[in-house]
């Protein structure tokens, strides 16, 4: 899921220091299996926790920030995971267990192998910070509601 969370608007913002980050280097996985490494900053709000940022940092370049559903990579951890832009799976790695990750857009696309352990650890900080059945109290839905209304209100001349 890349850009909007689904229009629905944050109650509040919550302060830096109380969202859960993991900083690490992913590899990026080139044509005949080249891996180049990569930064990556996975962020968590928890005024928005059915969605974690990530952030790739190449080397040279500017940075990328996908937005991606925090079931879709937790599932993805274990399982098959998501459709579309985003896909998560879990496969071995170079290190160990991992997770690979495929990003596509209309530009271009990117298949990265992550640590499974460290990504699964940081998600489960998230889950404590903010449970699956309570991700929709966050949410502002009256405003969502209010504006789904306003788009669909008669025009006037």
């Known amino acids: 899921?890349?850009?909007?969370?689904?229009?629905?608007?944050?109650?509040?913002?919550?302060?830096?220091?109380?969202?859960?980050?993991?900083?690490?280097?992913?590899?990026?996985?080139?044509?005949?299996?080249?891996?180049?490494?990569?930064?990556?900053?996975?962020?968590?709000?928890?005024?928005?926790?059915?969605v974690v940022s990530l952030t790739l940092s190449p080397m040279r370049g500017p940075s990328v920030t996908w937005r991606i559903g925090r079931e879709l990579l937790r599932h993805g951890l274990h399982d098959e995971s998501g459709e579309g832009d985003v896909r998560v799976w879990a496969a071995p790695g170079e290190e160990g267990r991992a997770a690979w990750m495929r990003?596509?857009?209309?530009?271009?696309?990117?298949?990265?192998?992550?640590?499974?352990?460290?990504?699964?650890?940081?998600?489960?900080?998230?889950?404590?910070?903010?449970?699956a059945h309570a991700e929709g109290r966050a949410l502002d839905w009256d405003g969502f509601l209010t504006s789904l209304c306003d788009d669909f209100a008669e025009p006037t001349d």
Do not use: I, K, N
């Open 1 to 50: 899921m890349d850009g909007e969370q689904s229009g629905l608007r944050m109650r509040q913002t919550t302060p830096e220091e109380d969202r859960p980050a993991l900083d690490l280097v992913v590899l990026r996985v080139l044509d005949g299996g080249t891996r180049r490494p990569l930064r990556a900053a996975f962020r968590f709000d928890p005024c928005a926790p059915m």
């Open 103 to 131: 990003l596509e857009s209309r530009q271009s696309s990117a298949l990265l192998e992550l640590p499974a352990r460290a990504v699964s650890r940081w998600l489960a900080a998230t889950y404590l910070r903010v449970p």
